[in-house]
């Protein structure tokens, strides 16, 4: 079973960095798009970042600047990092990705991971 596993989310004050991981593991034949979303209480989920197999990214405009996206094919993992924090960036930060596996190598699917919680504290 192909997965992804995100980590190195937690608590930060405003102005904080953090930096999220993604890793895909199981029987991946390739991966395309990679990306990062975010859901904030009360909010629907939103696409923060995403990244191509070939390494360009593009980042949502509220994070323009702050936020940038990256990824290690070599490794299946897929970075976000995050500078100057705010309270605002509070959510739950979910990994995805377009993938094809060994088990079903007809065409991409796309997989979720299991989320990780930011928060910043004002």
């Known amino acids: 079973q192909v997965q992804l596993v995100e980590s190195g989310g937690g608590l930060v004050q405003t102005g904080g960095s953090l930096r999220l991981s993604c890793v895909a593991s199981?029987?991946?034949?390739?991966?395309?798009?990679m990306g990062w979303y975010r859901q904030a209480p009360g909010n629907q989920r939103e696409l923060v970042g995403v990244t191509t197999e070939g390494g360009s990214t593009n980042v949502a405009s509220s994070v323009q600047g702050r936020f940038t996206i990256d990824r290690d094919n070599a490794k299946n993992t897929v970075y976000l990092q995050m500078n100057s924090l705010k309270p605002e960036d509070t959510a739950v930060y979910y990994c995805?990705?377009?993938?094809?596996?060994?088990?079903?190598?007809?065409?991409?699917?796309?997989?979720w991971g299991q989320g990780t919680q930011v928060t910043v504290s004002s």
């Open positions: 199981g029987s991946i034949v390739s991966i395309g798009r």
């Open positions: 995805n990705a377009d993938i094809i596996s060994r088990t079903w190598r007809q065409t991409s699917l796309n997989y």
